[in-house]
């Protein structure tokens, strides 16, 4: 097979590739100790420990960017995925720089939707509806930023999964209609929790033309939900909750809203990251838990709450790990902090200004309506 030339290339990554873990640990402590405030590491729930335990603050997507904004640092290292990245960078001032340790941290599901196939759908749609008078765009935070930005020019805003319901109520305030991607399961799960029946709810394939919808699925529909999905999550299964049940009378179950509609039906509790860490945290002693979010998560409130005497349990007997989250690794951070202390910002994030003025009109107004 050939070989091109750029693939012989040093990459400013090969210094730290043939490095062990605990030599990064070291490293990462003592460029940490150099930047001391100018420096804020985030690290998202999902991310491994070996990670994780450097984080300044650790959180969802929101809290983490919230916290950014608030932060006089210099340098926000993002331990997480690039369209959290993105968000930090449209919440953080000018002068604060975004970095991204490893910029292959992607998410599979905010792939699923992008600014050419949203416009194709809204194009299609006006051929049926006039969407600008009848449709809400609803992006989950789980989206790149010109998705975003779509919505702040639509009339549309930003969602996650702790606020989707307040959000969806003031979409329905605006507009007749709602259009919800990348994820169909938790636009479905959050309209079912509001009363909306599974027939007002039609999946749209972007994969075929006028979403694989007739003209009257789309004129009857209250929620037209983009067909992506969690990688991760979909790997939860109904058999998973039931042999839990059988196994274990009087255990409770808690999912999260991107896990499918059947799993989250036969859930005791479904919410976000926060809401999982919260409820379980509360949990009286003796209790047994099934927990349905990213393996890093569940092992670490595993080992939390196993000296309360709180059993948590991961909900399939597959591994399911967030395999971008996971990208973000010692050696990567090694090296995007030991740039920073010699003065380089490497990986860094920055939406162009004009996409985030607008993305930043829809993640406001969701702030607005669910603070
Ligand atoms: O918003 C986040 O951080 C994600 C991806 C999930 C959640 O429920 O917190
Ligand atoms: Fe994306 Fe799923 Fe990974 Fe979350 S767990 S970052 S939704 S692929």
Redo the contacts with the bound molecule.
Sequence with gaps: MAVALKDLAPSPLDGYTGLSDAECDARIRAAKAQLGDRLLILG??YQRDEVFQFADISG???KLSAEAAKSDAEFIVFCGVHFMAEVADILTRDDQQVVLPDLAAGCSMADMANLRNVRRAWDELSQVIDPDETVTPVTY??SAADLKAFCGDHGGIVC???NAKGVLEWSFSQREKVLFFPDQHLGRNTGYGMGIPLDDMVTWDFDKPMGGLTEDEIKRAKIILWKGFCSVHQMFMPQHVEKFRKDVPGGKVIS?PENNFEVCQASDYVG???FILKTVRAAEPGTHWLVGTELNLVNRLHDEMAPKGVKVQFMSPMVCMCSTMFRTDPQHLAWALESLVAGEVVNQIQVEPKTAASAKYALDKMLEITA
């Design positions: 998202h729930h969802d997507s929101l935070i789980n996650t999964s702790t999260h976000s990251t926060e």
